[in-house]
């Protein structure tokens, strides 16, 4: 048996999120589909997390284990023929057998990019959130480092199954920027791992700040553990990328 690691990098508008759910479409149904066919017979493949329905990745990573004994550069250009365009595999190679992808990350990046001019070109609306509204910008600059740290982020979190297992909500984040570039203002957040929805709250959360709805110190208080209510609003899932995932 061969332990497979997969790079992927896909276009999310138009799949149900990563992970597989009963008559809609989604990347992991896509990508194991693909994988089965190959193999012969039906085969799991796991993700290094499950982004949103309509969220993108840049490096997504994936594994599988296989008993085909087929070359890694040649099972990347098999998927690739057996996979819709909009998800591609960038890269496929042997992984020791207990390679897992979600467990052994050690940090994730994301970005997400907002544009900010009057008009959005069609050819960008499917991979930004087009916010053409006054911003002070510079209070979403200063107050993006505030997410720094290792806090209790159960305020950012959408629900999710896994709180009835009594998850942990605490998570560290290593670096949060925004930049501004000409008309587009990128958020990019590193990370040891993130809760659902949690990026696009916390991209909600800086654009309230900008228009004056917040201030820096109530942000604050989301973060202090035992905070019963939910930061908001949630930004669009088509501003968001998976850069990649780090081990």
Not at 167 to 186: K, M, N, P, Q
Not at 194 to 200: A, D, S, Y
């Amino acid at each position: 048996m061969r332990r497979i690691k997969l790079t992927l990098a896909y276009d999310g508008t138009d799949f149900h999120g990563w992970q597989v759910q009963p008559q809609v479409p989604t990347i992991q149904g896509t990508l194991e589909r693909a994988v089965s066919e190959i193999e012969g017979r039906p085969v799991k493949v796991l993700g290094s997390g499950r982004t949103d329905a309509g969220v993108h990745a840049l490096a997504q990573v994936a594994a599988c284990t296989l008993e085909n004994p087929i070359p890694v550069a040649n099972l990347r250009r098999a998927l690739n023929r057996l996979l819709p365009p909009a998800i591609r595999v960038l890269a496929a190679e042997e992984a020791p057998a207990h390679f897992h992808p979600r467990r052994d990350a050690k940090a994730k990046t994301y970005e997400y990019r907002i544009v900010l001019s009057e008009i959005c070109s069609p050819f960008e609306r499917r991979y930004v959130h087009h916010h053409p509204y006054p911003l002070a910008l510079e209070r979403i600059l200063e107050a993006a480092p505030v997410f720094e740290g290792t806090h209790d982020f159960s305020a950012f979190a959408a629900a999710d199954e896994k709180d009835a297992l009594g998850g942990c909500t605490v998570r560290t984040i290593f670096s949060s920027r925004a930049e501004l570039a000409g008309d587009r203002l990128v958020y990019r957040v590193r990370g040891n791992g993130f809760l659902k929805h949690m990026v696009r709250n916390m991209v909600g959360v800086l654009l309230e700040v900008g228009k004056g709805n917040l201030t820096r110190e109530e942000l604050v208080h989301w973060l202090r553990p035992g905070t019963a209510s939910k930061a908001g609003p949630t930004a669009p899932a088509c501003g968001l990328f998976l850069v990649n995932v780090e081990y």
